[in-house]
């Protein structure tokens, strides 16, 4: 089994008996073919997806019933002979990686006999084809693709592998690699092949994201802080924010005058009960992170599972690209992370993770990922992908609020709602909580169950003035014992 040594940090391919990256002194990982066969499943699935358009391009009709499918296998495995003959001769890792990855059966026979050691120098034809088919594509008014960047960023990750293929790197093969790939990207420039997604003018609404809003009301800096450090409680995790808001400017300003600094990712793991202000806390970073330049727009697109996994193969791509096409700019929330590596059959949530992953590289200068969960299964989601592990390495514990700080959320929602309570029911509800508190449960519900129980309090307070004729302002504004009492057997 063809196998190699990656930094999770980093992403260097190492020696394999290499436990930590020699760069970065990170943690390594182990990578198999099925790691790159994702790349070309996805790559297949978008030109199946555009196979639609292939009327309209006129490069895929002078194909003479040659599918782009085959067009695309016979260009990456000219490019692999080409790389593998650069040291005069093609090694068994080296075809079983190239027959691995194609689904193809060739011979080392095959490769010394159809392969030009003098490999054309202009683009492969699979590029142009796929060009057209993005353009094609844009003009129904499709959101954002550009399947020639995809196999483009295919053909520098599996060159990347391939070369390695042996646990060894001969400079001459890497010198072809590094010449073939710029060769690539300046031909495809001249021939105007854009290298990122082609962007309409109008983006589509995204249905499967919540909150998708990206024109948050403009605040300043410190009115951003001064809300941030008046929520209720979360003092650790106030502190937590405050210094990676101070991390983060200092870095800008290291980046302002033109100093070296270590590379650093920004995602974020938000762990805790339900109800912990996780939400919150995520929308007021992405508007500091606007304020101070980190991010472009400062808006906060909230998701889960249902809006980023589809039913069948491919579909999951396509639903995780518009919600993180939605997102750029700001800040990705994604709410019970952890149920996109379930284990079941037919699941297709790692299709997802994939897809984000990448998209996380490619948008790393505009987007922030803040995936959020239960802290035992968010260790485990984490464990599930080592580029998942690589990627979020900042962590931020959102603790049980305690009973004081239940007792001021329900003063500040009382206060909100202009209603304040009687002195019974300021008793009752303090005992309330502290017993609350006290019992609480493994997932206990904190402020969601806060909420709860003030909805069900005003209710009551209606049921109880409702049949009364002559009800005073006093008696609208304000909540008494006899509101909190609750049927038992309700």
């Known amino acids: 089994m063809l196998e190699w040594t990656v930094c999770k940090n980093c992403g260097k391919i190492l020696d394999n008996s ?22 070309m499943t996805n790559l297949n699935f978008l030109v199946k997806t555009l196979g639609i358009f292939t009327p309209y391009c006129d490069s895929i009709r002078d194909l003479d019933n040659v599918t782009l499918e085959s067009l695309i296998i016979d260009d990456l495995f000219k490019y692999f002979a080409y790389l593998g003959l650069g040291d005069d001769r093609i090694t068994d890792n080296e075809l079983e990686f190239i027959n691995s990855l194609l689904d193809t059966s060739f011979t080392e026979e095959d490769i010394l006999t159809l392969t030009d050691l003098k490999i054309s120098r202009e683009i492969p034809l699979s590029f142009k084809c796929l060009h057209e088919l993005d353009l094609c594509g844009v003009n129904f008014d499709m959101t954002e693709l550009n399947t020639a960047n995809e196999l483009y960023n295919c053909y520098k990750v599996f060159g990347k592998f391939f070369i390695t293929v042996d646990n060894e790197l001969n400079e001459d093969v890497f010198k072809l690699y590094n010449d073939y790939i710029a060769n690539l990207e300046k031909s495809l420039e001249k021939e105007n092949v854009e290298l990122k997604p082609i962007k309409l003018i109008d983006t589509r609404s995204i249905e499967t994201a919540k909150g998708t809003d990206e024109t948050p009301e403009s605040s300043t800096l410190d009115e951003c802080l001064e809300e941030l450090n008046k929520l209720v409680g979360l003092e650790k995790v106030k502190k937590d924010v405050n210094s ?6 200092i870095r800008k300003l290291r980046e302002e005058r033109g ?34 330049g980190l991010l472009s727009k400062g808006h906060l697109i909230e998701t889960d599972r249902s809006g980023l996994v589809g039913g069948y193969v491919g579909q999951t791509a396509i639903k995780t690209q518009e919600v993180i096409q939605s997102a750029l700019g700001g800040i990705l929330f994604i709410d019970e992370a952890y149920s996109l590596t379930s284990k079941s059959d037919n699941d297709y949530g790692a299709e997802a993770v994939d897809t984000l992953l990448k998209a996380m590289e490619d948008h790393r200068d505009d987007l922030i990922v803040i995936v959020a969960g239960y802290p035992a299964l968010m260790e485990k989601f984490l464990y599930s992908n080592p580029g998942l592990e690589s990627r979020f390495n900042k962590f931020i514990y959102f603790e049980d609020y305690n009973d004081e700080e239940l007792y001021n959320i329900f003063w500040l929602m009382c206060e909100e709602s202009n209603l304040t309570m009687d002195a019974a029911a300021d008793k009752y509800i303090k005992d309330y909580f502290k017993m609350l508190y006290e019992n609480r449960s493994k997932n206990f519900a904190n402020g969601r169950a806060v909420r709860n129980l003030f ?27 006899e509101d909190f009492l609750v049927d038992e057997n309700d």
Request: charged share 20%.
């Open 18 to 39: 290499q436990n930590t990256c020699s760069s970065c002194d990170s943690d390594v990982d182990k990578i198999h073919m099925d790691y790159l066969a994702g790349y």
């Open 244 to 249: 990676l808001i101070n991390l983060v400017q």
């Open 259 to 292: 100093i070296k600094q270590p590379a650093m990712s920004l995602h974020l793991v938000f762990s805790g009960n339900p109800g912990t202000g996780k939400t919150t806390v995520a929308r007021l970073l992405a508007k500091i992170y606007h304020e101070i």
């Open 455 to 481: 909805e069900e309090v005003i209710t009551n307070q209606a049921n109880r003035l409702a049949p009364k004729s002559n009800i005073t302002d006093e008696e609208l504004n304000t909540l008494t014992y």
